[in-house]
Each structure stands twice: as structure tokens, then as C-alpha cells.
């Protein structure tokens, strides 16, 4: 089934182009990877599908069933260390409220994520004293809570060692079962884990099948590394809010 249907997309931020003419669709239970070279649009294509931004050209037509569609996971939280919030209630800001205080079900439904994602015994430490490995799977737990259909991951892989990884991978495999995922990463090694498919962004938007992705295909995405483009930093400082 199909979800995520892009036709036609374009993006620029002044005269500068950072999505060209993109044509690509996500139907349900893909992993998708989306690879690419620091400013060549990875952001801002994720931006885009989630109705961050307008597009200037094309369409992002999306197809849900009433739920909540996107999960987001950032690369790094932007919480001050210091501030004392526990991981329970970390994952409980993920059930995003106009107002009011959080309910039973709300409380329910953060326990199961948190057991989800191995975090149950950590549940009263503070988000803070995690390792870079239970920080990530808080996140993934907070962007789970809200029961989203799609989930996306900004640089899983980033700050995490090979161990926590490797229980990332194993998470990310069970999630698979049962949403589907799209991961933002420079880890090509993940690539080949997770991927059932690859979407190669630099200014285009290209879908490689994974046996075609070999060495010389990475160095032609590379070897031309586009300027980070100010909006672009921008856009990774703030893809939280």
C-alpha cells in the first residue's frame, strides 16, 4: 500500500535549488535510506514530507488512515543537560498535548514503548545519565508514543558505539514489522542492514536498487560535495521544532 506519493517536487531557498524535479513513492513496511552529501537536501526533503515546508513546485500527497502519520527521531536532543527530566517523562512529551495534564492512557501507552525499546529498568534515571545507545532508543521511544505509521530516523548511527548499534539494528529490524521507517545516515554499512531501498539526494532525488550500489555509484554521489547551504543548517538545528 502505497503512503508517501512525491511527483514533480521542487525546493529553493532564494535562487539556490536544493530539491530538483523529485518523483519517488513510499508504500508501507519500506525501510528506506536516504543517503547523501552534507547540503545536497537530505533536510529539506524530510522537511518537505512532513509538511515542514511548502513546496514552490510538485506535490507530496500523503495517505494515512486517520492516525498519526510521522514519528521523528533526531539526531541529538536538544534538551540542556542539566535540566532534571526523567526518561519516563521524556517519553511521555512525545503524546503531544494542546493542554491539559497527562492521562492513564498516555502513562500506559509511554510503559509499552519503554519496554519496547529495552528502556524499563531505566524509566526514573535521568535522560541525561543514559549512554549515547539508551538516549537514541528514549527518542525512538518518545516518537513511538504517539503510535505514528511512518518513522523517521535523523543519523541513528551517530554518536553511538558498535555495540549500541548493533542493538539498534535489532530494534529497528522488530519496528519494521509493523511501520515503516526512513533513515537519514552518511553509515553506507547501514545501508546494506536495513535498507529495502535507497534514495540518493544530492540536488536530484535518485532510487538506487540496492545490489547496483557499489563503490563506483558512492563515489559519484560524493565526489561532488555540495556547499552546506545556511538554510540547510538551519533546517538540521531546528527539525525538532
Given amino acids: 500500500m502505497e503512503l508517501i506519493k512525491v511527483e514533480d517536487l521542487s525546493f529553493a531557498y532564494d535562487k539556490e535549488v536544493i530539491i530538483r524535479n523529485a518523483y519517488f513513492s513510499i508504500n508501507q513496511r519500506d525501510v528506506i535510506t536516504i543517503v547523501g552529501p552534507n547540503g545536497g537536501g537530505k533536510t529539506t526533503l524530510i522537511r518537505l514530507i512532513m509538511g515542514q515546508l511548502k513546496p514552490q513546485k510538485g ?9 498519526r502519520l510521522f514519528g ?46 529495552g528502556l524499563e529498568e531505566q524509566k526514573m534515571m535521568s535522560f541525561s545519565d543514559l549512554s549515547g545507545g539508551q538516549r537514541q532508543r528514549a527518542l525512538i521511544a518518545r516518537a513511538l508514543v504517539s503510535q505514528p505509521e ?3 530516523l535523523d543519523e ?34 547501514f545501508v546494506n542492514e536495513m535498507s529495502t531501498r535507497v534514495l540518493c539526494v544530492n540536488r536530484n ?27 540547510e543548517q538551519d533546517l538540521l538545528h531546528g527539525a525538532e521544532k
Fill in 59 to 67: 506535490t507530496v500527497e500523503l495517505k494515512n488512515n486517520g492516525g
Fill in 150 to 152: 511512518v518513522l523517521i
Fill in 205 to 231: 532525488v535518485k532510487e538506487h536498487p540496492l545490489e547496483t550500489l557499489d563503490d563506483g555509484v558512492i563515489h559519484s554521489l560524493y565526489s561532488s560535495q555540495v556547499k552546506v547551504v545556511r538554510h
Fill in 72 to 117: 521523528y527521531v533526531p539526531q541529538y536532543s536538544t534538551m540542556d543537560p542539566s535540566y532534571p527530566i526523567t526518561v519516563f517523562e521524556v517519553i511521555l512529551s512525545g503524546r503531544i498535548k494542546n493542554i491539559g495534564f497527562y492521562n492513564k492512557a498516555d502513562k500506559v501507552a509511554a510503559v509499552k514503548v519503554l519496554k519496547a525499546v
Fill in 156 to 189: 541513528p548511527t551517530a554518536n553511538i558505539d558498535a555495540e549500541s548499534e548493533k542493538q539498534l539494528n535489532e530494534l529497528l529490524k522488530k519496528l519494521a514489522e509493523n511501520h515503516t521507517i526512513i533513515i537519514v545516515t552518511h553509515d553506507l554499512a
